[in-house]
Nanobody, 120 residues
Framework: QVQLVESGGGLVQAGESLRLSCAASGRFFSIDFMGWYRQAPGKQRELVATIPSTGSPNYTDSVKGRFTISRDNGKNTVYLQMNDLKPEDTAVYYC??????????????WGQGTQVTVSS
């Protein structure tokens, strides 16, 4: 199986930056998509950004130009650099990974979530 450990959340003021990290470990053959989702209070979980093992990342419109997703395949780690943060970015951010597990196939795994709070 796959374990995900997130770090990097916190409380910042509007206009400041944060960098989230998510490291995957466990018994898997490969990782395809890695990404970040977020869930604000009273709202559904939404996609923030995803990045395939090879190819271009994808962003939700509200973070384009401010957030950058990247990954280090050697470390099985995905990052989310968040610049020019806004109060509406306040949410719990969840790491999401699609991994191929031998004898189990492709499965989706979620991190425990990390709180990002942006004050105005």
């Amino acid at each position: 199986q796959v374990q995900l450990v997130e770090s990097g959340g916190g409380l910042v003021q509007a206009g400041e930056s944060l960098r989230l990290s998510c490291a995957a470990s466990g018994r898997f053959f490969s990782i395809d998509f890695m990404g970040w989702y977020r869930q604000a209070p009273g709202k559904q979980r939404e996609l923030v950004a995803t990045i395939p093992s090879t190819g271009s990342p994808n962003y939700t419109d509200s973070v384009k130009g401010r957030f950058t997703i990247s990954r280090d395949n050697g470390k099985n780690t995905v990052y989310l650099q968040m610049n020019d943060l806004k109060p509406e970015d306040t949410a719990v951010y969840y790491c999401n990974v699609e991994a191929y597990v031998i004898f189990a196939g492709t499965k989706t795994y979620w991190g425990q979530g990390t709180q990002v709070t942006v004050s105005s």
